[in-house]
T-cell receptor, first 108, second 113 residues
């Protein structure tokens, strides 16, 4: 079936560092979404992107809708310990499909 | 508002047992869905519903049944539990099928031994 491929699968960073992750697909999406899952909780929507090339920020988070419409990027600036969790990209194919996730660990 | 409520939070089953995972939302959302989360595989759609009385299969429906008799409730039934169904299960809802800002429950961790 349709797959969204996220990289990296996991990241171990120092508090204060910037973080970049991406999500790619073999086919075009008209919407890209980024969710975050805190440990022991369900995912929560961070950012939604609706237009190729769109750049949208939510606090220290910035996401971009790739110009090819086959990828999306999420950046976190000046990471803090509460950024720990799993970050999922998602796109609609009638129903919402999710990437495998990028697990972020932040060392104080 | 409680949002999406899932019960139980943890469950251990023996192979062959059946059980129902409960999901309720109080936001009057039309669209509800069930996902399972397994390490390295992200979230995979099991079943979904676009409104009361309407359900359909997702990517991995085998071994699971659903029904949607009311707008609020969307229970997931395991007919005969198997170790391969050991997973974390999430229920999600949204105002309608074209609104992808899903609200997720906090999950049910199921272990089948």
């Amino acid at each position: 079936g349709q797959q969204l491929n996220q990289s990296p699968q996991s990241m171990f960073i120092q508090e204060g560092e910037d973080v970049s992750m991406n999500c790619t697909s073999s086919s075009i999406f008209n919407t890209w979404l980024w969710y975050k899952q805190d440990p022991g909780e369900g995912p929560v929507l961070l950012i939604a992107l609706y237009k190729a090339g769109e750049l949208t920020s939510n606090g220290r988070l910035t996401a971009q809708f790739g110009t090819t419409r086959k990828d999306s990027f999420l950046n976190i600036s000046a990471s803090i310990p509460s950024d720990v969790g799993i970050y999922f990209c998602a796109g609609p194919r009638g129903k919402l499909i999710f990437g495998q996730g990028t697990e972020l660990s932040v060392k104080p | 508002n409680a949002g999406v409520t899932q019960t139980p939070k943890f469950q251990v089953l023996k192979t062959g047992q059946s059980m129902t995972l409960q999901c309720a939302q109080d936001m009057n959302h039309e669209y509800m869905s069930w996902y399972r989360q397994d390490p390295g595989m992200g979230l995979r759609l099991i079943h979904y519903s676009v409104g009361a009385g309407i359900t359909d299969q997702g990517e991995v429906p085998n071994g699971y049944n659903v029904s949607r008799s009311t707008t609020e409730d969307f229970p997931l039934r395991l007919l005969s539990a198997a170790p391969s169904q050991t997973s974390v299960y999430f229920c999600a809802s949204s105002p309608d099928r074209w609104n992808y800002g899903y609200t997720f429950g906090s999950g049910t961790r199921l272990t089948v031994v």
